[in-house]
């Protein structure tokens, strides 16, 4: 006796692929990708790959922007992330502080080519964000959020600090 066979119906063949389309997001560096700008160059005078930032940190409220370089010199912008100047705060205190902000409903997901959103502690998800054009991720990257200015910072050691601001 032959085991029973499942038949696929071409109309459910042709929404399953239409499905798959439309769930896979566009590639990093597609002309819709958004406008992400480099930073650091506009406050360090140095080579961005030479400025070795070993950790982010952004304040969602009011979108102050840390960040931690040669392992103990603490810098911080306003938002925007246009002028750093260095901070009399230790890394221990500006991590505790953000901490103690952090909405943890609101989060960001890396993945290979796009950052996945959600506000609702991970029960749905908002469109992809996709990356700068040529950004690889590693498992050092970070991904901070200006709650306050509805912008998207993105970083890892030896790139320039990456913001998407997305409110219009």
């Given at each position: 006796?032959?085991?029973?066979?499942?038949?696929?119906?071409?109309?459910?063949?042709?929404?399953?692929?239409?499905?798959?389309?439309?769930?896979?997001?566009?590639?990093?560096?597609?002309?819709?990708?958004?406008?992400?700008?480099?930073?650091?160059?506009?406050?360090?005078?140095?080579?961005?790959?030479?400025?070795?930032?070993?950790?982010?940190?952004?304040y969602?409220?009011?979108?102050?922007?840390?960040?931690l370089?040669?392992?103990?010199?603490?810098?911080?912008?306003?938002?925007?992330?246009?002028?750093?100047?260095?901070?009399?705060?230790?890394?221990?205190?500006?991590?505790?502080?953000?901490?103690?902000?952090?909405?943890?409903?609101?989060?960001?997901?890396?993945?290979?080519?796009?950052?996945?959103?959600?506000?609702?502690?991970?029960?749905?998800?908002?469109?992809?964000?996709?990356?700068?054009?040529?950004?690889?991720?590693?498992s050092?990257?970070?991904?901070?959020?200006?709650a306050t200015?509805?912008?998207?910072?993105?970083?890892?050691?030896?790139?320039?600090?990456?913001?998407?601001?997305?409110?219009?």
């Open positions: 006796m032959n085991p029973p066979q499942t038949v696929i119906r071409p109309w459910a063949l042709v929404a399953l692929l239409a499905l798959l389309g439309c769930a896979v997001p566009a590639q990093a560096g597609d002309e819709t990708s958004p406008p992400w700008q480099p930073m650091l160059a506009k406050s360090f005078k140095a080579n961005v790959k030479d400025i070795d930032v070993t950790s982010l940190i952004v969602r409220n009011p979108g102050c922007v840390f960040l370089i040669d392992g103990k010199n603490v810098y911080c912008s306003p938002a925007g992330a246009i002028t750093f100047k260095p901070v009399t705060e230790t890394w221990k205190e500006v991590r505790a502080h953000a901490e103690k902000t952090r909405d943890p409903r609101h989060l960001f997901v890396l993945a290979e080519t796009f950052i996945k959103e959600s506000r609702d502690g991970g029960s749905t998800w908002l469109k992809p964000i996709l990356l700068s054009r040529g950004f690889v991720v590693t050092s990257t970070w991904v901070e959020y200006d200015n509805d912008i998207v910072y993105l970083m890892k050691p030896g790139s320039d600090l990456y913001k998407l601001a997305r409110r219009k």
